[in-house]
């Protein structure tokens, strides 16, 4: 290879990373200061990350009192992630970090790209079509979540395993392990290939990077599906959580069961599988021994019972993506193999060529048609906000001096994003969201309603519970248990809510 040529090619895959993170970044912060954050999940772990600091490790109220995380989810990551909000207090540096840990996966991604192709231009190329993927800029977008981690960190991983520099491979793994309960699955995955195959794993490694990591694995999955989180739901009451996506499964009769195979879910993750693999022009497939690492998080996606799981608009493709790329990658790269066993004659490099074209044309159409930037999912989806309009914003940064840090508050699912970093925060109809003093709401967003309406909870507040309005302004109103009555702000919200549908109250 051209050394100057590979430079050159090295140095526009930087560029295009720093685009990147300019760009999700601005994107994702502006996604918060326009309200349209969620609670569900930016607060979430806000919460878990701010009450780690002060005490409470992994604690977080949002889905009711002496909850832990644990309930949850098994990602001990956050105990290292948490010590940095001490130094970063404000929540948008979690959408910094996801954005830049995002991004720097492009460069293994261009590394094994370079080794397979021998050609730098390939490996900016593949560098590109792993930024324009569309699962990777809609898990940038949808607040914070620290599977995304596991993206850059399993592709570093692959990367070094192909340089035999094990023993970063292995740090790698035990990284990605302490991102969730289910890289068990994946990690295990991972050493029995490595262990079957002598690419990219030398004979003498193949039990230390194979069977070892299997056993780890397997170990630390079972650990977390049936002993962490089990043990910690019963402690806080929670019904399981998994149980719950996957209850299709285990009740109801034979005939039930084939009844919801053949619904209307069953078209809905048909068109999920053709909507991962058509920006890589379904090159992943021609590896199927790659691809069968991530097939546990597949079915995972594909037997949950709740459809935001089979879609490419939330995080949880975020340890798929790294397979489909380095399958891509080899897949791509042998269909000149292909042609060959099918006796077409064509010329090597004009079929690569043309198989990179569509993988071009297929990401970018994905990419234009789905685009993290200006596409709302639809139903059955969970609708995901950029910088649409919606929120009261003024409203909403004139209240925030009048909330103080100390106090128990139950806000809109979008409005609690900016209020994690408390001890009490809870969404309206989830967890013990009637305990606390504040409530606030903005009347005139009607878009988060999936725990129930806010609207409504605030006018029952108000008739029944001697809660008055302490602030109204532009659609937005505080009310707080037992404040002294303010009469024009009494008035204003009677009125509002004697102009609701009875039937809606």
């Known amino acids: 290879m051209n050394i100057q040529v590979e430079r050159r090619y090295w140095r526009a895959t930087v560029v295009l990373i720093a685009i990147y993170i300019a760009a999700f970044s601005v994107f994702t912060i502006g996604r918060y200061e326009r309200y349209n954050a969620t609670g569900f999940d930016l607060a979430f772990y806000d919460q878990i990350l701010w009450r780690t600091v002060h005490t409470d490790v992994m604690g977080v109220s949002i889905e009711g009192n002496n909850v832990s995380n644990w309930a949850f989810h098994v990602e001990p990551i956050l105990l290292l992630i948490a010590p940095f909000t001490l130094i970063f207090s404000d929540t948008r540096w979690l959408l910094i970090l996801q954005t830049v ?11 094994i790209a370079l080794r397979q192709w021998q050609k730098s231009w390939a490996g900016f190329v593949f560098a590109a079509l792993y930024l324009f993927y569309p699962a990777v800029g809609w898990a940038n977008k949808f607040d914070f979540h620290p599977i995304t981690l596991v993206t850059p960190i399993l592709l570093f991983a692959w990367d070094c395993a192909e340089l035999k520099r094990y023993r970063w491979v292995s740090v790698l793994l035990l990284l990605s392990l302490l991102c969730k309960e289910e890289m068990g699955l994946v990690v295990a995955g991972l050493g029995l290939y490595w262990y079957f195959s002598s690419d990219p794993v030398d004979a003498a490694n193949r039990w230390r990077l194979g069977l070892g990591w299997v056993v ?22 929670l019904p399981s959580q998994a149980y719950l996506r996957y209850a299709w499964l285990f009740t109801g009769t034979l005939a039930e069961k084939i009844k919801y195979i053949t619904g209307p879910d069953t078209p809905v993750k048909l068109r999920f599988l053709v909507q991962i693999f058509i920006p890589l022009l379904f090159t992943p497939l021609l ?13 995972l996606s594909l037997l949950s019972a709740n459809l935001n799981q089979s879609g490419i ?34 010329r090597p490099i004009a079929v690569q060529r043309s198989v990179l074209a569509g993988m071009i044309a297929g990401t970018l159409a994905m990419f234009t048609l789905f685009n993290p930037f200006f596409f709302v999912p639809r139903e059955p989806y969970a609708p995901i906000y950029g910088w649409e309009s919606g929120a009261s914003i003024e409203g909403l940064r004139a209240v925030e001096k009048m909330i103080p840090p100390e106090s128990c508050l139950t806000a809109s699912n979008n409005i609690t994003a900016r209020y994690g970093q408390r001890k009490y925060i809870y969404v309206f109809g989830i967890g013990n969201w009637s305990s606390c003093d504040l409530s606030l709401v903005d009347l005139a967003d009607t878009r988060f309603v999936s725990f129930g309406v806010p609207h409504q909870f605030v006018c029952n507040q108000f008739a029944k519970e001697n809660y008055h309005p302490i602030f109204y302004q532009d659609n937005v109103v505080l009310l707080k248990r037992d404040a002294p009555s303010t009469p024009a702000y009494d008035t204003q919200l009677a009125a509002y809510c004697a102009a609701l549908p009875s039937n809606n109250q």
């Open 101 to 111: 840990a995002l991004a720097i996966g492009a460069i293994p991604v261009y590394r």
């Open 216 to 237: 780890l694995g397997i170990v630390w999955a079972l650990l977390g599906f049936f002993v962490i989180i089990p043990a910690a739901q019963s402690v806080s009451g």
């Open 287 to 299: 590896k199927p021994r790659i691809l069968a690492i991530a097939s546990p998080i597949i079915a």
């Open 313 to 346: 608009y939330h995080q949880y493709l975020s340890d798929v993506v790294p397979f489909l790329m380095v399958a891509a990658i080899k897949g791509a790269y042998e269909v000149p193999a292909l042609a060959r066993r099918l006796k077409l004659r064509l």
